[in-house]
C-alpha cells in the first residue's frame, strides 16, 4: 500500500523544496505532484529524488495533457511514476448538458490510449460538481461513459463526494472496475474549521475513515491525503499519516 500526500494540500508552506521537505519529514515517502511544479523534466525528477521522495501520481490538467502530454510523461518516466490524474475543469470548462459531459469523455479517452501507449494509466478525480445530475445522470457517469476502464480509472475523493451529499459507498461499489486510487479527505464537523474551508484533519472529521480505509485495503494500492486549506501544516500532515499508517499498514 502506498500512502501519500497532494503537495496541493502544503502548496503554501513556502517553495517546492519547502513543501517537499515537510512531506518527508511528516512521515511521506511518497507525493502526488501537480504536473512538474513548472520545473522542466529532468529538474523536476532531480528534485523529488533529492528529498528522499517518490512519486505516486501526478495531477495534470486535461489543457495540459492536449497541448504537451510529452512533457508529463517524461516526468512520470525519469521518477516512475504510474499514475497520471485529470484532477479539476475550470468553472468556465464544465458542460451544460449531457452531450457536453459526454464530448469531455471522448477527450478523455483519446488522452487515455495515449498515457496507455507509454505504459502508464489515467485517471479521473472528483470533486463534488460531477455529481450534478444530467439527462438522468451524473456528470461522472457521462465523463465515463465514453471510455473503457483501461482507458480512463478514477481516483475516487471520498470527501468530496461525502459534500456533494453522495454515499461513498454507493459510489465506490457503482463504480467498483474504474477504481484505481482514493483521495483521503475529510470533512470538520459542523462549525468547526471555519478557517479551513471546513476540511478536517483525516480521522478527525465526520466521514467514516476508519471503516473506509478497512474496505479499500484490499481494494487499492494507493491512499493519498488532501486537505484544501491547512492552518497547521506539519500537525496536519502528521496527524493524517499516522492515521492512514494505523489504519492501513
Not at 85 to 92: A, D, E, N, R, S
Not at 95 to 100: L, Q, S, V
Not at 147 to 164: C, Y
Not at 216 to 239: I, K, N, Q
Request: hydrophobic fraction near 45%; proline fraction near 4%; glycine fraction near 8%.
Amino acid at each position: 500500500m502506498k500512502i501519500s500526500v497532494q503537495i496541493y494540500s502544503i502548496r503554501e508552506a513556502g517553495d517546492l523544496d519547502a513543501q517537499l521537505a515537510l512531506a518527508r519529514r511528516c512521515g511521506f515517502e511518497w507525493v502526488e505532484t501537480v504536473a512538474t511544479h513548472g520545473l522542466a523534466p529532468q529538474a523536476f525528477a532531480h528534485k523529488i529524488a533529492s528529498h528522499g521522495l517518490k512519486v505516486s501520481s501526478m495531477h495534470a490538467g486535461i489543457a495540459l495533457l492536449e497541448s504537451d502530454i510529452a512533457t508529463v510523461l517524461e516526468a512520470c518516466r525519469l521518477t516512475g511514476c504510474p499514475l497520471v490524474v485529470m484532477p479539476w475543469l475550470p468553472m468556465g470548462e464544465r458542460p451544460a448538458t449531457a452531450e457536453g459531459w459526454r464530448a469531455i469523455s471522448r477527450r478523455l479517452a483519446t488522452l487515455g490510449d495515449a498515457v496507455r501507449a507509454a505504459g502508464l494509466q489515467l485517471a479521473y478525480h472528483n470533486h463534488d460538481w460531477e455529481f450534478l445530475g444530467y439527462e438522468g445522470r451524473t456528470a461522472l457517469e457521462w465523463i465515463f461513459s465514453e471510455t473503457t476502464p483501461e482507458q480512463l480509472r478514477w481516483e475516487a475523493d471520498l470527501g468530496w463526494v461525502a459534500r456533494a451529499g453522495a454515499d461513498p459507498w454507493v459510489w465506490l461499489d457503482r463504480l467498483a472496475e474504474r477504481l484505481i486510487c482514493v483521495h483521503a479527505k475529510d470533512i470538520a464537523p459542523p462549525g468547526t474549521a471555519v478557517n479551513e474551508d471546513g476540511w478536517a484533519t483525516l480521522g478527525q472529521g465526520i466521514v467514516p475513515w476508519t471503516a473506509l480505509l478497512a474496505h479499500l485495503r484490499s481494494r487499492v494500492e494507493l491512499v493519498v491525503f488532501e486537505h484544501d486549506h491547512p492552518s497547521d501544516f506539519a500537525a496536519t500532515l502528521r496527524g493524517s499519516q499516522a492515521f492512514m499508517q494505523q489504519h492501513l499498514a
